[in-house]
């Protein structure tokens, strides 16, 4: 069973950690860091606390193999607090592409691919 984090003074606080590996080919593009992925066969494996060897579930942290995630560019209204529907995570189509293509000019450079930076392990968020 997990435990909380216990502070200084007591105080009880859920904690999570984001664990990163290297990108694949086809993710790169977006970011040289990925977060690692449990193999659906692997799920029972993973929640079972009841053992604590490292050896045993380092294995199943992995990053995803190419092809295993897609992406796809959304609309720019996803960084709108005010904006809240379904149509956020779907493929962005060409005519709402035109029609922010003035707000997009103003906000964003093109996508360059990411360069692999040294990996120390710990990986980044940003």
Request: some cysteine; charged content about 25%.
């Amino acid at each position: 069973m997990p435990r909380p984090w216990i502070g200084p003074n007591g105080e009880e606080l859920d904690t999570v950690a984001i664990i990163t590996a290297p990108a694949s080919a086809d993710l790169a593009v977006l970011h040289h860091r990925v977060p690692v992925a449990i193999a659906t066969g692997d799920f029972d494996r993973w929640l079972d606390c009841s053992g604590n060897d490292v050896d045993e579930v380092m294995p199943l942290m992995r990053g995803p193999e190419e092809g295993e995630f897609i992406w796809h560019e959304i609309s720019t209204r996803v960084n709108r607090v005010a904006n809240d529907d379904a149509q956020l995570i779907l493929p962005i189509t060409a005519e709402a592409r035109e029609a922010e293509a003035p707000e997009r000019a103003k906000k964003a450079s093109p996508r360059k691919p990411a360069t692999a930076a040294p990996d120390d392990g710990q990986g980044s968020l940003f």
